[in-house]
């Protein structure tokens, strides 16, 4: 429609030039009319013409304006009626048009609400899906987390694994480092062996070397030692030849310094004598010496004290002169001090009065000295007052400023009260002046309620001023108490120090009992009020001691039985005597082995008759071929007695020394000695005993076949 | 359990009373094993808390264990358990050979339905972790125990609590002339486990 418009709005501009161009071309054509037709007049009359002609001039222009006018607005109407035309052309145009944007948007809507709900219901799918698919997501990321903890142990146990793989491979390497180690030292080892077994070797060739050596040296030990007592013999006599012989040449120079000696007495008397003649002189000589030693000590002493006495004479003449010095200075003294001295009383006189003077003075100075003392301490005195007063000033002042101050609070509280009672006054009487009299009891009640309060609050207020007092009495008690409690203090703190004593005392009481009860309940301690213990019935400890029990019973019973059945089988005869169940089974058993017993004893007896005839057979055998019976009487000795002996205790007795009895020895017998003869001739020289017996046979032989 | 397994770092009572029961069942296993009461052939493997652990194949050992550790499962839950002692004893001289004794403080104020602990089971496991290898190492100075031996459970818990049908009182079976040694403890934030070991001082002449 706009748009519509905005063409015929252009479309009139466009007509509207055109038409005023076409209004202006008429006004121009009629303004030419009019000039063309009014041209000849104006050249008539110039002055009045003038004038006439503008008055017509003007009239007609006048009336071409209106003209003009009236065609303008002739035309104005038929370009507005066009317009208007136009207009509804448009309008129609552009109504149409509408209606069928209309119904294309309507259609358009249509389509697109169905889109939407399309879209809608795509949108629920695609929301649908998505939370399935988040869903999904949550939960593969929960199996990844799982899978990722899995993988986490698995990679921790592996890494436990190749840890462990890896020490076990460190403990492998080690390992074969020590094998090959442990080799080593074996293949040194057998390299020492060999070389040591070599050696061991050749240390047996040295040592059996040695042994011979050694033998040989024992022997030849043996040799010297025999030799080293015949020696030792002989020095003996050499030592016993020699004393004498020394002895001997003692004597010999004894005899030579005898003969000496008896020599030299002659001429020892001479001297002798001559001696004692001198031994006279010198004792004289000794005596004179003796006295002039005297007299020359004595001199000797006299000299020492003059000589001391000379040091003291010149000491003294010293001290002369010093104290001749002195006496004349101080006999100067008189003129040198101007004073009346002329000897020393005087000077002493002197001397006593100077004294005096002092004594004097000195008084003088303590005095004065006292004095100053005295005023120094009053001078303190003054100077305590003086700070004792100033403090006073201070606390005065304080007091002074806190009163102040409590009567500017007594006096604001008074205004208040004043303004509140001014108020509540003033209440009342504006109650008064509105009211009459209906409302006087409760005025009256709120006039006592006021003054209730009004009594309470100077109630209150002297309070305040009793409390403020009492605070100020208290800091002066305050500072008063702490003087007194002093005292107090000393005895607290002694009660505090013997306090935290007791105190440390029982905190390590406490801690060794806390020790205590950590050890009983280690030890598994247990408070019987408290706590019980419990445990199962059917447990292993007693299951275990019952197994104990009966095993132990079965033994016993086991013990038993088989006694019972020693017992029985020990008794032998009657084994079925018992009765009891266990002996039946056995007793089959028992009787094999009696027979299998009794077998055998039959076997040996049967095997002991064979022997024994055996024997007695051989032994006959014997007898009969070799004529001799032969009888073992202790071991290894052997009896043989000849068939032919001429009395029964002719035998001869042989020895086996060897164990086999392939070497005997004859022993002695009365049967052997009267064998000699042939014991000489077969035994010694022929080494023949079987030669030997059978000569004896023969021997025998002959003999009975003779007698 | 459930309320264990759905928040790994939350802690219930129930959920206390069943690690630390579980604790105890694999450390009496551990134990019997390392001081050789039973066979080492009647010894199984398992993985628990990160380690190989051996627990018994024993029908009538572990009928025994599940009846005691079952009960105190329940007990711990009441807060009525104080101790639990395994008892170690010769089986001939009847004499108590070791004693190791498990302390169990426990928050009087958990109950069932009371808001659970912040504790994650990792920190729990590790602890746990440490105090079994403890236990195993205590091996190297503990005496050997010679003879044949058995066990017994004993577990100390408040003088009013009703004993129930297959159980019955007994005394605490100490050691005298005995040797202690503490150990470490690991704790739930609702009930804490505190180990020690009492062993017999062997005489020395």
Known sequence: MSVACLSCKAGYRMDDLGENTTVFSTLRSFNNFLSEGSAPLPRSSEPSSTSRMLQLQYEQMIQAEEQAEYVRSHSRIIEVEREKQKMEVSHKRARIELEKAAQTS???????????????????????????????????????????????LQSKKLQDKEEKHAETNQMIDVLKSKISEQQRKQMNQEMQLTTLSTERQELLEQVEVQRKKWQEAVQRSQVLEAAQVVIAEKEQRLKDLENKITQ?????????????????IPELEKELRQLKEKNAYCKEMEDNNSLLKEEMESLRKKLQRLEK????????????????????????????????????????????????????????????????????????QLQDEVLKLRTQLLSEQKKREQQEANARRMEKRNILLIKARDGMKGILDSYDNELVTNYSPQLNRRAREAEDMAQELHAHISELELEAELSVLQSQLAITDRSITNEEGNVLRQKIEELEAE?????????????????????????????????????????????????????????????????????????????SQTNLPPSQEIAEMRKQVNSAELKNQRLKEVFQKKIQEFRAVCYTLTGYKIDVTTENQYKLSSMYAEHQDDYLMFKATNSLGAKMQLLESDFSNSLTELINLHLHHQNSIPAFLSAITLDLFSRQTCA | MAG??????????????????????????????????????????????????????????????????????????????????????????????????FDIECDKTMTENSQPREKSEK????????????????????????????????????????????????????????????????????????????????DSF
């Open chain 1, 106 to 152: 309507s259609w358009n809507y249509e389509r697109e609400a169905d889109r939407n709900l399309e879209l809608i219901t795509q949108v629920k799918h695609m929301q649908e899906k998505e939370a399935e698919v988040v869903a999904k997501l949550k939960d593969q990321i929960d199996v990844n987390k799982s899978l990722k903890e899995d993988l986490g």
């Open chain 1, 503 to 579: 105190r440390s005392r029982l905190d390590q009481a406490n801690k060794v009992l806390e020790m205590k009860l950590e050890r009983y309940t280690l030890q598994g301690d247990y408070d019987p009020t408290k706590t019980k213990v419990l445990h199962f019935s059917m447990n292993p400890w007693s299951l275990a001691k019952e197994h104990r029990i009966t095993e132990e019973k079965s033994l016993k019973e086991e013990c038993e039985h088989l006694r019972e059945r020693v017992q029985i089988l020990e008794g032998g005869a009657v084994p079925e005597q018992g009765g």
């Open chain 2, 4 to 101: 264990k397994v759905a928040a790994r770092e939350q802690i219930t009572l129930r959920g206390s009373a069943s690690i630390v029961s579980e604790f105890f069942s694999y450390g009496i296993n551990s134990i019997l094993y390392q001081r050789g009461i039973y066979p080492p052939e009647s010894f199984t493997r398992e993985q628990k808390y990160g380690l190989t652990m051996l627990v018994t194949t024993d029908p009538i050992l572990n009928n025994y264990l599940k009846n005691v550790v079952g009960q105190l499962k329940d007990w711990l839950c009441n807060h009525f358990v104080q101790r639990l002692v395994v008892v170690i004893n010769s089986i001939e001289t009847n004499e108590v050979l070791e004693r190791w004794q």
């Open chain 1, 248 to 264: 001997q040449e003692q004597d010999s120079v004894i005899v030579k310094n005898m003969r000496s000696d008896l020599a030299r």
């Open chain 1, 309 to 380: 006495v000379k040091e003291e004479k010149v000491t003294l003449e010293l001290e002369k002169e010093k104290l001749l010095a002195k006496l004349q200075s101080w006999e100067n003294v008189e003129q040198t001090s101007g004073l009346n001295i002329r000897s020393p009383e005087d000077l002493s006189r002197e001397i006593v009065l100077l004294q005096q003077r002092e004594l004097v003075l000195k008084q003088q100075n303590s005095s004065v000295t006292t004095s100053a003392r005295m005023l120094e301490k009053t001078r303190q």
């Open chain 2, 123 to 202: 920190a729990i496991q590790d602890e746990i972790r440490s105090v079994i290898r403890q236990i195993t190492a205590t091996v190297t100075f503990l005496p050997l125990l010679d003879a044949a031996c058995s066990f017994d459970l004993l577990i100390y818990t408040d003088k009013d609590l009703e004993v129930p049908e297959k159980w019955e009182e007994s005394g605490p079976q100490f050691i005298n002339n005995s040797e202690e040694v503490r150990l470490r403890s690991f704790t739930t934030t609702i009930h804490k486990v505190n180990s020690m070991v009492a062993y017999k001082k062997i």
